[in-house]
């Protein structure tokens, strides 16, 4: 457009815009007001204290309450609630025509401690340096919370009528505490956050190298579980040793599990991930990730991909000995010897055979096996053809070439307690993150503001294109 031809309003509008981003942004990345909005309400939620320790996740639920009625929610459509005055949820609803069940936009507003003396500057002061905004929950996850509300306010000014309501929940105690928000809203209002579906964290974009690799849709969670392996005798003095000796028993034990492999087994996630993840790599990788999906897995193929920890950990359940304690002096044979073992669960895969699994690979009676606390499975949120090519095309229109993956988090998300709940939950973001600078939960979090804005227009397109009239 030549200068001539741009009309008054258009100049206008665009020095406004330049104005405001000077205003708000010395960088001033030429952000429209919806960004601006975006960036705004993500510095405001930075600059809120949200931790288990000393912070308030009401403090933030009340400021979003507040931008969202100031943009015209109704006060009955936008309520703050929790178990007690620290650990507050927002719950917002964006009214739709009711043809659909809601869809369900989840984040968690707590963050990881974090100290002054670690960081290189105030974790709680949001503040944007070469490309990057800093602060603790810029990765995790206020990004995402920023994002819903930031959207909402534009549906609702847009006038979007979605074809079912939007809920957003901003929840308490994801990443610790015992108020755990999702939970409490399930047990005290499940109502309120009743929905088809759920977005979530958990996936997201990743860049290697600076070239953007792919997009992903976490859609299942392994199972956690810990055990205590536990030896006991009647000991001695150690000048007159037997064989029969506790840190024997166990150590003997843990050499037997330290070369057990449980067996591979492929669910719709794992598979559709390794088939797409195929096309991305090369070689030898490449060959062995269409070998282990065959049926019957090809296990020279398995053995190799074995070799890389996190392939091997999509493959399959994994137990692993985690501490190891034993004996009481130096110059006594050992009462007790103590190990504790970390199993990660495929989903669908029973805690009981785990540890029926584990029982016979130490194969020695003297050592007692016992949970440390009782697991929470949850099951697969199923692939859904709406949901999935929604996706799939909007990863193809924002990132040519980039593929849409599914994944399974070998880690865990608020999203099991949904799944558990019968309401399928996706880890999408659309928000792209180095793979080899991962500082979520650590020191200097930092988000990319490019990767911010990608994430907010990714997650409108997305809500928007699942929720229309159709
Ligand atoms: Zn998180």
Known sequence: ?????????????????????????????????????????????????????????TKAAEAMAARLKAAGFPREDVQV???????????????????????????????????????????FKFFE??????????????????????NLIRFKQEGFKPDRDIIVALTADEEGGTANGVKWLLKNDRPMIEAEDCFNEGGGGLIKNGKYLLN?????????????????????HSSLPTRDNAIYHLAEGLTRLARFDFPVHFDEITRAYFERFAALETGQIAADMRAVILTPPDSAAVARLSQIPYYNAMMRTTCVATRLTGGHADNALPQSARAVVNCRILPGESADDVERTLIKVLADKQITVT??????????????????????????????????????????????????????????????????????HGKDERLGVKSFFEGQEFLYRLVKAVSKLK
Do not use: C
């Open 216 to 236: 992903e849709v976490q859609a299942s969670e392994k199972l956690y579980l810990s055990f205590n392996l536990e030896v006991k005798n009647r000991g001695g």
């Open 81 to 123: 609630l929790g178990p007690n005055p620290r650990k507050g949820n927002l719950v917002a609803r964006l009214r739709g025509t009711g043809s659909h069940k809601p869809l369900l936009l989840l984040a968690h507003l707590d963050v990881v401690e974090a100290n002054r003396e670690d960081w290189s500057f105030e974790p």
């Open 371 to 440: 949970r440390i606390a009782e697991p929470t499975p949850s099951p697969a949120s199923p692939l859904k053809p709406e949901i999935m090519s929604a996706i799939e095309q909007l990863t193809a229109q924002m990132w040519p070439g980039v593929p849409a993956v599914p994944t399974m988090s070998t880690g865990a998300t608020d999203g099991l307690h949904l799944r558990n709940a019968g309401i399928p939950t996706y880890g999408i973001s659309g928000i792209f993150e180095d793979i080899d600078d991962v500082r979520a």
């Open 129 to 150: 340096k070469d490309g990057f905004f800093y602060g603790r929950g810029t990765s995790d996850v206020k990004d995402m919370a920023a994002i819903w509300i930031a």
């Open 1 to 57: 457009m030549t200068k001539a031809k741009m009309s008054r309003f258009t100049r206008a509008l665009l020095l406004s815009v330049i104005a405001a981003s000077f205003a708000l942004s010395p960088a001033a990345y030429g952000q429209s007001s919806w960004q601006l909005l975006a960036r705004d309400i993500f510095e405001e939620l930075i600059n809120i204290n949200t931790t288990d320790s000393v912070g308030s996740t």
